[in-house]
C-alpha cells in the first residue's frame, strides 16, 4: 500500500528538528527506524503532514558512559546493541533483549528510541527501560526534560510526550559488575510479539539480595514491575528463595489482557513460568559474583 502524502524535512541539528515539530503543532512525526510509523502511515493509521528525519543529526547515535549511566541515542539501532560491544555492554541486559525484536532486518534499521516512543506494551525495550529504571530524555522548544521510564508509558501506544517533543536519547543505570540479569518471553513464532515475557535483574551481597527489579512484559497495557515479588525478594538470603514461588508472587495481582491471541488466564501462567525461568537464571549470575 502507498504512503499518503507528506512533506520531508532532513535537519542537521537538534534545535532545527525541535523548531519543525514546534511548527507543525501535533501534525509532524519524526522519522529515525521507521519500522513502526511507515507501516502505521501505510495502513492510514498515522497521517503526519510533515516527516521530520533525524538520522543526519550530530550526536543521536552515540553511546557513551555518563555519571554512572550508559546513554544511548535516539538513532542507535537495536543491531549495535545486540553485538553488546562498546559502552552498552555496561548493560548486560541490553544485548539480552536486542535478538529477541522482530527480524534482523528490524533489527538494522529500528532504533530503541523509536520503539520506547511507540510504546507498544508487548515490546521488549519499553519493559527493560521499566525494569532497570531508565530516563528518557526530551528536547522541546521550551527545553531539556527527562522523564523515567516508569512515568513514561500510560497506555497501549501513549506516552508522556507533549507535541512538539523529541525524543534524543535515554540513559540506563550501570548495575554492579557482579549483577545477574535475563529476560524471558513466549511467542507463538521467533520475531512475533510475545505473548508474555518478563525481564529482571538481581545484586547479591553476603548471600542476600541487595537489589532486585521485575518488569513484566505484555501482562498489562504498559510495561509495569512487579513490586509484590521484588520487596519479597529484596534482603531475602539467596538460599532461601524459591524462584517458583516467587513467579506466581509476581503475577498474583496482575491482570493480563484477553485477546485473539491469549486468555488472561493462560498470560498468566505462562507469566509466571516464564518469571520462574528468568530468576532463576538472574540469581545464579548473580550468586557466582
Request: aromatic share 4%; with cysteine.
Amino acid at each position: 500500500m502507498k504512503l499518503p502524502p507528506f512533506e520531508y524535512a532532513s535537519p542537521g541539528t537538534v534545535d532545527d528538528a525541535v523548531a519543525l515539530l514546534a511548527e507543525r503543532d501535533g501534525e509532524a512525526s519524526v522519522l529515525a527506524g521507521g519500522q513502526s510509523l511507515v507501516p502505521l502511515m501505510a495502513l492510514r493509521l498515522a497521517r503526519p503532514e510533515l516527516l521530520v528525519d533525524i538520522n543526519r543529526v550530530a550526536g543521536l547515535d552515540r553511546v557513551e558512559r555518563v555519571d554512572g549511566h550508559v546513554v544511548i541515542g535516539a538513532c542507535v539501532r537495536h543491531a549495535e546493541l545486540e553485538r553488546g560491544s562498546g559502552e552498552s555492554a555496561a548493560v548486560p541486559l541490553l544485548a539480552r533483549a536486542a535478538p529477541l525484536i522482530g527480524h534482523f532486518q528490524i533489527r538494522n534499521r529500528g532504533t530503541l528510541c523509536g520503539a520506547l516512543t511507540h510504546a507498544d506494551a508487548a515490546a521488549e525495550w519499553p519493559t527493560v527501560a521499566v525494569t532497570l529504571d531508565a530516563e528518557i530524555e526530551v528536547r522541546s522548544a521550551s527545553g531539556v526534560r527527562w522523564i523515567p521510564a516508569t512515568e513514561f508509558f500510560l497506555g497501549p501506544f501513549m506516552t508522556a510526550l507533549e507535541p512538539g517533543d523529541l525524543v534524543t536519547s535515554v540513559r540506563f543505570p550501570v548495575w554492579s559488575p557482579g549483577a545477574g540479569f535475563a529476560i524471558e518471553e513466549f511467542a507463538r513464532r521467533s520475531g512475533d510479539f510475545a505473548i508474555a515475557g518478563v525481564a529482571c535483574g538481581i545484586e547479591v551481597d553476603g548471600g542476600r539480595v541487595s537489589r532486585c527489579a521485575i518488569g513484566l512484559l505484555g501482562m498489562a497495557s504498559a510495561a509495569r514491575r512487579a513490586d509484590t515479588a521484588e520487596r519479597a525478594i529484596l534482603g531475602a538470603a539467596v538460599t532461601e528463595l524459591d524462584p517458583e514461588e516467587l513467579g506466581r508472587l509476581a503475577l498474583a495481582d496482575a491482570e493480563p489482557p484477553t485477546d485473539i491471541h491469549a486468555s488472561s488466564r493462560y498470560r498468566r501462567r505462562v507469566g509466571a513460568a516464564l518469571t520462574t525461568r528468568a530468576l532463576a537464571t538472574a540469581l545464579k549470575e548473580a550468586s557466582r559474583a
